[in-house]
């Protein structure tokens, strides 16, 4: 999971309504109108006239309104009849738009389009206004090109190798209007001196980025090379010196810890998308194959470090969430799957790797145990990023060596409370979903997470303060138990007679011990940030069984009969201590302005301001909810709320839960369905 960001870009601007239409006129009107145009306008140039099918009509370029640089609509052209026209036709009344068109766009100059003059001119000049948005500055430069760009595309190319500016980074408008990469600038009448706004977040480490690239663009035919000899297990003197020219894995890593970092940043982001629109995925992914077709034995040191590297920059990457998509469009995951795969973990056992040194090179024994430890825990880092996306989840959880290592990475000394850490975060997104609850279930995996989070490790190695170990040890805690209670309600029929007693017990526990503020503090300081608060809002609203109220006809979620009923009144016990445990992470999250941001994206709100009117009257959730809402109404501008989500919220919290009501469009189908039972 690690490091992560939110990817919430600002809301477009209001885009006015732009229409283009074509009609016939008469041909006198049209030469009338010139002449008042270009009788009105002084030092305007004439508007030329063309005649389709007996019918005057006057082209004008296809830009109306002020150029206040301000992002505004496009314009798609209408069809027309003569297809060597590139620019809309408007009858020749439509004087009140004509009219605000710039004088230096009435005509069409003779650099305006590629071939549309029989002498091109050799160099093209235009004036470049830059608006930094985060910054909020802008600057204006001079580009001068050898000729005219063909498209916007081969513009922003120019721009970027020129201002360090990403080409994937820029918007580029034209006279309030923005231009497509595969647009023609010649479509827009832009001539030689125009100027153009370009708007972007942050300037990039473009050469050096392109030439790390570049790098790995040379690496990969020369692993294919030496495969043969790698396969016969016996490294020589000679490929060794030949691997160490030839691989670069400290540049791959430079990627993560320098060009992507830190990982909030918007250079940081600007790289990350330079180094994906360049191939730089595809390239990284064909070093990861080849270095994967090798067992971890007969790996050489150097490119261990670059696998090393390779994973590093793969977990960076994908703490961005809208970039995880371009990572699984090439199959990423089972790459990463057998990294961490390198070598088995056992239980309570350091990792050690597999390598035979001869006498004389033992002092490489420890190096080669911390890069392989090193390889483990980035390559769980990633695979937890990738847990986000639902279509990831089921393919992780359904791997049951994964999830063994999961537990034996947990629970071995190697690692502190950090891969502890990030393996419980990722099994909690996995636990998103309701068919990744049969795997998670297995008696190996609660009591491997229980015996984690109960572990003493006073012992390590590691320096850090008693403090440190006991925020650390909390933060685990609380990662577990919205772990166990997105798999108590969701699937309690799953879980045996004794592991939901463990549950309860853990988290009745952590409830009473844990302050939702230094956990707030822990987890941002450790850079943990979620993206959504459906699934902890869906929490606080489970519609656990109320053993004191008089209605007879509540729906149960989950049919518990074949239990005996001390199971089914534990069962209760540990729903309701569920519900407790998902208001709590609501007063952890919703102390921070990101999570508070996300919640009004999404329109959940009011089903907060409710939590007080749907808990258990008297109960400690209910204490909570009152809290957090009192803490709400001092950072928001909370409104009391409306009659009919306070009647969703009730009925999400007493019969059907949130995810069914926020489905359903009329109140009065889910008052039918409850009437009904």
């Not at 408008?173 to 706004?197: A, C, K, N, Q, V």
């Amino acid at each position: 999971m690690g490091n992560r960001e939110p990817e919430r870009s600002p809301p477009p601007s209001p885009e006015p309504e732009l229409r283009t239409e074509s009609r016939p006129c008469n041909l006198e009107a049209a030469k009338d109108h010139r002449a008042s145009v270009s009788g009105s306008e002084q030092g305007c140039e004439e508007h030329p006239v063309s005649i389709v099918n007996g019918h005057a009509h006057m082209r004008v370029p296809a830009v109306i309104g002020p150029a206040n640089g301000r992002p505004q609509a496009q314009v798609h052209e209408p069809e027309s009849h003569q297809p060597n026209h590139s620019v809309g036709l408007i009858p020749v009344s439509f004087t009140t738009q004509a009219s605000r068109l710039p004088a230096h766009s009435h005509t069409l100059g003779c650099c305006a389009r590629k071939g549309t003059c029989d002498q091109q001119p050799r160099e093209v000049t235009f004036q470049i206004v830059f608006h930094c948005v985060p910054e909020n500055k802008e600057k204006e430069k001079r580009l001068t090109l050898k000729g005219y760009p063909e498209s916007v595309l081969e513009l922003k190319e120019s721009i970027q190798a020129e201002y360090s500016i990403p080409a994937s980074c820029q918007r580029v408008y034209f006279e309030s209007l923005l231009i497509g990469d595969d647009e023609r600038l010649g479509s827009y009448w832009i001539r030689d001196g125009d100027t153009l706004h370009v708007y972007y977040n942050s300037e990039g480490d473009v050469k050096d980025v392109l030439e790390i690239i570049s790098s790995m663009r040379e690496m990969v035919p020369f692993l294919e090379s030496i495969q043969p000899e790698l396969s016969k297990g016996a490294l020589t003197t000679e490929l060794d010196i030949l691997i160490s020219r030839s691989v670069k894995a400290s540049k791959v890593e430079s990627l993560a810890s320098k060009y992507f970092w830190p990982c909030s940043t918007e250079r940081a982001n600007a790289n990350r998308l330079l180094f994906v629109s360049n191939n730089g995925l595809e390239l990284m992914h064909q070093l990861h194959v080849a270095l994967l077709r090798q067992p971890w034995k007969n790996t050489p040191l150097e490119l261990q470090y670059l696998e090393h590297a390779i994973l590093r920059t793969l977990w960076n990457i994908t703490a961005t969430f809208s970039i995880r998509t371009l990572v699984l469009r090439r199959p990423t995951l089972d790459a990463v799957g057998q990294s961490l795969l390198r070598v088995k973990v056992e239980h309570d056992a350091t990792i050690v790797a597999p390598h035979k040194l001869p006498a004389g090179r033992m002092a490489l024994r420890g190096e080669l145990n911390r890069v392989l430890s090193e390889v483990v825990y980035k390559a769980i880092g990633t695979i937890c990023n990738l847990a986000e996306l639902p279509e990831c989840r089921l393919q992780i959880a359904s791997n049951s060596k994964i999830l063994q290592q999961f537990i034996a990475v947990m629970l071995t000394p190697t690692y502190i409370y950090i891969a502890s850490l990030v393996t419980v975060a990722g099994m909690l997104c996995l636990a998103y979903s309701v068919e990744t609850h049969p795997y998670l279930t297995q008696p190996s995996i609660i009591e491997g997470v229980i015996e984690a989070c109960e572990r003493d490790r006073s012992w390590t190695h590691y320096r850090i303060t008693e403090e440190e170990r006991r925020l650390d040890s909390m933060l685990l805690r609380y990662f577990a138990a919205m772990f166990f209670a997105q798999l108590a309600t969701s699937s309690p029929h799953l879980l045996r007679p004794e592991q939901t007693t463990k549950l309860c017990n853990f988290l009745k526990s952590f409830l009473e011990e844990a302050d939702y503020r230094e956990v707030r503090e822990h987890e941002v300081k450790n850079g943990y940030i979620w993206s959504t608060m459906v699934p902890f809002v869906k929490l606080a609203y489970f519609p656990y069984t109320n053993p004191n109220r008089s209605c007879s006809s509540a729906t149960h979620v989950h049919t518990l009969t074949d239990r005996q009923s001390s199971d089914v009144e534990t069962v209760r016990k540990l729903q309701e201590l569920c519900v407790e445990a998902g208001i709590f992470s609501l007063q952890n999250m919703l102390s921070g302005a990101p999570a508070r941001e996300i919640l009004v994206e999404e329109g959940l709100v009011e089903y907060v301001t409710c939590l007080p009117w749907c808990t258990l009257p008297g109960s400690r959730a209910q204490e909570r909810a009152r809290d957090l809402v009192s803490a709400l109404r001092h950072e928001m501008q909370l409104h009391p709320p409306r009659l009919g989500t306070l009647t969703r919220a009730k009925l999400a919290a007493w019969h059907f839960g949130l995810e069914k009501v926020l489905r359903t469009i009329s109140v009065h189908e889910l008052l039918a369905e409850v009437y009904k039972s």
